[in-house]
């Protein structure tokens, strides 16, 4: 027997085998990110007056689905596909197992307690990266992580959501800043823009640390809404892409119609402080999670689920629509919310969830048809006669 040629043949089987069985992981992980999704989703139209099963228990589980469930997840399954290690992807895997405790009716410090550990996970990969690599986007990742265990904390210790929700929305903030402060780097650098970006990150924290319902707090975390947007309207490679065409104005698009609404959350705090008004609590929120993190997902959906799920994805024009129909939706809420009109509101939120199902139906229609002329290609090549 010819052991050489059994164990080379062998060997491309087990690598060919490991990366399938690490496919499948991913697969799982990203399962559960949208599996916290829908129940947020779920969540969100019960919190808006929608009779829903099982609607009013999870209404208030709202917040911890969307950010930590479904944001910590998918947050945390890129940054392990980037750094390659496997206990890296502890992350997105105790954030799913949090996601499904909270869902099966386990108490809530069971799912903080998963959520908290996702967030340490994340926190010792980003250490690691900073380390490797010593910049301020890498130091802005590392305070995000920071600032979702440090909200994880808080809630596991009882703490209520709305005065907790300020560290959350800056491990959002945070971590989308410093992926464009990366992408920035391709431009030519402004004096002063490290520094912008640094003083924004210590007004963030400042404001997430004392709570977004004291009136100082709140009109501090507006200002440095406002100092972020002001950096990436003015530093971001976006205002760049914009006068191209295709998949790059597109994602311009919604960077720049996200950072418009993070500046509009940052207006919302400050002239209606939560603690006087929970108009501006549910505005900010409205405008910083969906507004914002919601458009920053779809400008970079076409850049990141082919790098972590390996499904090759198409841009079409038609992505336009869902993108309309989303702001549009922020639009709705926003102003009914002002108008103190029900019907408005609880009608938002069924225009969001169009707007996601048309965006995933959008993506996945323009990726059959690319399929489908390879295909056709394929079929109409003539085939080789190996006999002869």
Request: hydrophobic residues 55%; glycine residues 12%.
């Amino acid at each position: 027997m010819n052991t050489s040629a059994t164990a080379g043949t062998a060997a491309p089987l087990l690598v060919s085998l490991h990366k399938g069985s690490w496919m499948g992981v991913r697969a799982a992980l990203l399962a559960l990110g949208i599996l916290a999704l829908l129940a947020g989703l779920w969540s969100a139209l019960a919190r808006l007056g929608w009779p829903l099963p099982r609607g009013s228990s999870l209404a208030a589980l709202h917040g911890p689905l969307m950010i930590s469930g479904l944001f910590g997840t998918l947050i945390g399954l890129e940054r392990a596909v980037a750094l390659n290690r496997r206990w890296s992807y502890a992350a997105p895997a105790f954030s799913g197992l949090g996601t499904l405790a909270l869902l099966t009716g386990a108490p809530e410090a069971v799912g903080a307690g998963a959520y908290a550990i996702a967030a340490a996970v994340l926190a010792g990969g980003s250490l690691l990266i900073t380390m490797q690599q010593p910049a301020v986007f890498t130091g802005a990742l590392l305070f995000g992580a920071l600032a979702w265990l440090a909200g994880n904390i808080l809630w596991l210790m009882g703490q209520p959501v709305p005065d907790l929700v300020g560290w959350w929305l800056a491990f959002l903030i945070l971590t989308i800043a410093g992926e464009r402060l990366e992408l920035s780097r391709l431009m030519p650098q402004r004096r002063g823009s490290e520094a912008l970006f640094l003083f924004a990150i210590g007004l963030l924290v400042a404001g997430a640390q004392n709570g977004l319902m004291t009136e100082n707090s709140a009109i501090l975390f507006g200002i440095a809404l406002f100092v972020t947007t002001l950096w990436l309207l003015r530093h971001d490679i976006a205002l760049r892409n914009i006068r191209r065409t295709g998949q790059p104005r597109f994602m311009a698009v919604c960077m720049l119609a996200g950072y418009a609404w993070l500046g509009f959350g940052g207006a919302s705090l400050i002239g209606f402080p939560p603690g006087e008004s929970r108009l501006g609590y549910d505005v900010a929120l409205l405008a910083v999670l969906i507004g914002f993190v919601l458009s920053m997902v779809f400008g970079h959906a076409l850049i990141i689920l082919p790098a972590v799920a390996r499904v090759r994805l198409r841009y079409s024009g038609w992505l336009y629509a869902p993108l309309l129909l989303l702001h549009a939706s922020v639009v709705l809420r926003a102003g009914a919310g002002i108008a103190g009109w029900e019907a408005g509101r609880m009608a938002s939120g069924i225009l969001t969830v169009i707007a996601l199902l048309t965006f995933a139906v959008t993506l996945a229609v323009a990726r059959r048809h690319e399929r489908e002329p390879s295909r056709h290609r394929q079929e109409a090549m003539p085939t080789v006669d190996h006999a002869t």
